[in-house]
């Protein structure tokens, strides 16, 4: 059963308590690291742990080699905790070998100061606004992780209005293509060119850019909220409950004594647990 997305946090006519102060953090953020002349671009938008498997690296990598892409858009990494990390060493020595040192070289060998920033907003629903933000100005989510298991983050980017391009490798990726329906652009993390490509698919036509927009937000609102969640588990429980028979391991996986009275006398050894379960 999927995780489900806070629709009242992330939803697109929500507002937090912070919207406007996030908004005003944001285009403070936005005169430190961006160009003048660039301020009213859109953005390629990411926010996620800073882990190596998250592969900022390879979006950054995509934005660098690709003319047209830096042309349509500016790359906004939302780095939790840290408030300006492309201009100051991160003092955890794994995040700055692993992650921000190597974008922080990128960023210098091919002189994208003035086209990238990197910030932190001070809780979840400031993140949601930053979506809102960002959704109002054309720009698009990324997750690029070289694998995810799920990937809730664009459900809820995508619930705020953005157009989403998420890695091929993940357990979402199944579910942004329905029949001959697409609900989001799914690219290959191991290659920045193809990357770039969905990213510039995008940011490139309006009419996909609208269409996708408009396609994952009601497709997220109408699967993939909390009370969606909920009731996929409640008829779930249902059925189990009302069908023992169907639950192999109801008749497989018997109780042993000591967890249902645990006294020294029902006591059970490691090896007596493997043979009563395993063998």
């Known amino acids: 059963i999927a995780p489900g997305v806070n629709s009242s946090v992330f939803g697109s006519d929500a507002i937090a308590h912070n919207e406007q102060a996030t908004y005003q953090l944001i285009e403070e953020r936005f005169q430190r690291d961006i160009s003048e002349s660039r301020r009213n671009l859109p953005a390629i938008l990411a926010s996620s742990r800073l882990d190596p498997k998250k592969n900022l690296l390879g979006l950054v990598q995509a934005f660098a ?5 830096q042309q349509k858009a500016n790359v906004v990494l939302i780095t939790g905790g840290l408030d300006n990390p492309l201009q100051e060493k991160v003092q955890d020595q794994q995040t700055e070998k692993l992650v921000i040192g190597p974008i922080r070289e990128v960023v210098r060998e091919k002189n994208l100061w ?12 400031a993140l949601a606004a ?11 989510f990324t997750l690029t992780s070289l694998f995810e298991p799920f990937g809730l983050a664009p459900l809820e980017a995508a619930a705020a209005g953005l157009p989403i391009v998420v890695t091929k490798n993940s357990g979402i990726s199944e579910s942004l293509k329905v ?6 652009m799914l690219v290959d ?13 995008i ?8 269409r996708l927009h408009k396609r994952c937000q009601q497709y ?9 969640t909920a009731f996929n588990y409640l008829s779930r429980i249902k059925q189990i409950v009302s069908e023992p028979s169907a639950n192999p391991a109801a008749e497989l996986l018997p109780i042993h004594s000591y967890f249902r009275d645990p006294q020294p006398e029902n006591d059970i050894s ?7 379960y395993f063998a």
């Open 65 to 69: 080699n690709d003319v047209i892409v």
């Open 114 to 125: 003035g086209k990238i920033s990197a910030f932190s907003v001070p809780d979840q629903p």
């Open 130 to 140: 930053s979506y809102r933000y960002f959704a109002q100005r054309g720009s698009v």
């Open 179 to 184: 029949g001959d329906e697409d609900y989001g």
């Open 189 to 201: 993390p191991n290659d920045p060119a193809d990357i770039a490509r969905g990213i510039r698919e």
């Open 203 to 210: 940011l490139c036509d309006q009419h996909l850019w609208q």
């Open 220 to 228: 997220v609102l109408e699967y993939y909220t909390w009370d969606s």
């Open 270 to 276: 490691l090896e007596e647990l493997s043979d009563w």
